[in-house]
């Protein structure tokens, strides 16, 4: 087996990763690409947990007549759908997999626990969180730092449809750049959109890094945990 920089992660997917040029609801060939990776990557003995939003099917508030509240939960339902779909495609691939929500959906998920989730972790078996924190108010971001603590995971993988942080939208400012490493006070105060503030200040206070790299690449994955330099590093 190869050494390995980190071994057990977790990765925080958007909705939008799995929409791909679509934009909206799921490409199934998106789908498929992004599931090889995390195949590839338990096969080298990585335990793997999966933050998945919601941004595909829901997101924000449709006029001020929209409840926040309301807006949320309705988001937590949107990544239970991400969740299901990540199981099925993982699961089509002969990979043992559970999906926890912070919601109760006995008949479609797990509840979560967080000692049930590390036995699974440790039994070689992926874990998907859905439902956000399952309190309105909070981002799967959020969600994502939270269950990263949670499981004391080496690090957070951030796929994104860019390759690491830079100082502006690469897609819009031509003169942008971009870092190879950044702390999560620059990430702060710069007002860089990598996480919500709540989640940049929970990785910072439980010290877990925080990796942003481009999914499309499909070596990304392997490359970060076998500890190659990809994207950027914030810690």
């Known amino acids: 087996m190869a050494e390995l920089k980190y071994k057990r992660i977790l990765l925080k997917l958007s909705g939008e990763a799995l929409s791909g040029d679509k934009k909206t609801g799921i490409d199934v060939a998106v789908l498929e690409k992004i599931c090889d990776q995390i195949k590839e990557v338990t096969k080298l003995g990585v335990q793997v947990s999966i933050v998945i939003g919601g941004g595909n099917f829901w997101r924000g508030r449709f006029g001020p007549e929209m409840e926040r509240t309301t807006s949320d939960y309705m988001g937590m339902?949107?990544?239970?759908?991400?969740?299901?779909?990540?199981?099925?495609?993982?699961?089509?691939?002969?990979?043992?997999?559970?999906?926890?929500?912070?919601?109760?959906?006995?008949?479609?998920?797990?509840?979560?626990?967080?000692?049930?989730?590390?036995?699974?972790?440790?039994?070689?078996?992926?874990?998907?969180?859905?439902?956000?924190?399952?309190?309105?108010?909070?981002?799967?971001?959020?969600?994502?730092?939270?269950?990263?603590?949670?499981?004391?995971?080496?690090?957070?993988?951030?796929?994104?449809?860019?390759?690491?942080?830079?100082?502006?939208?690469?897609?819009?400012?031509?003169?942008?750049?971009?870092?190879?490493?950044?702390?999560?006070?620059?990430?702060?105060?710069?007002?860089?959109?990598?996480?919500?503030?709540?989640?940049?200040?929970?990785c910072r206070d439980n010290n877990i890094p925080l990796i942003v790299f481009g999914i499309a690449e499909p070596d990304n994955m392997i490359k970060i945990v076998k500890g190659e330099k990809v994207g950027t590093i914030v810690k």
């Open 77 to 202: 339902l949107a990544t239970a759908i991400n969740g299901l779909a990540l199981q099925d495609a993982l699961e089509a691939r002969g990979i043992y997999t559970r999906l926890q929500t912070a919601i109760e959906m006995r008949e479609i998920a797990e509840p979560y626990i967080k000692r049930k989730a590390l036995k699974h972790l440790d039994k070689g078996r992926i874990v998907i969180f859905a439902c956000g924190t399952g309190n309105p108010y909070f981002t799967t971001d959020s969600a994502a730092a939270l269950r990263a603590a949670e499981m004391d995971a080496d690090v957070i993988l951030v796929g994104k449809t860019i390759d690491g942080v830079y100082s502006a939208d690469p897609k819009i400012d031509k003169n942008a750049t971009k870092y190879d490493e950044i702390s999560y006070l620059d990430i702060l105060n710069k007002d860089l959109k990598v996480m919500d503030s709540t989640a940049t200040s929970l």
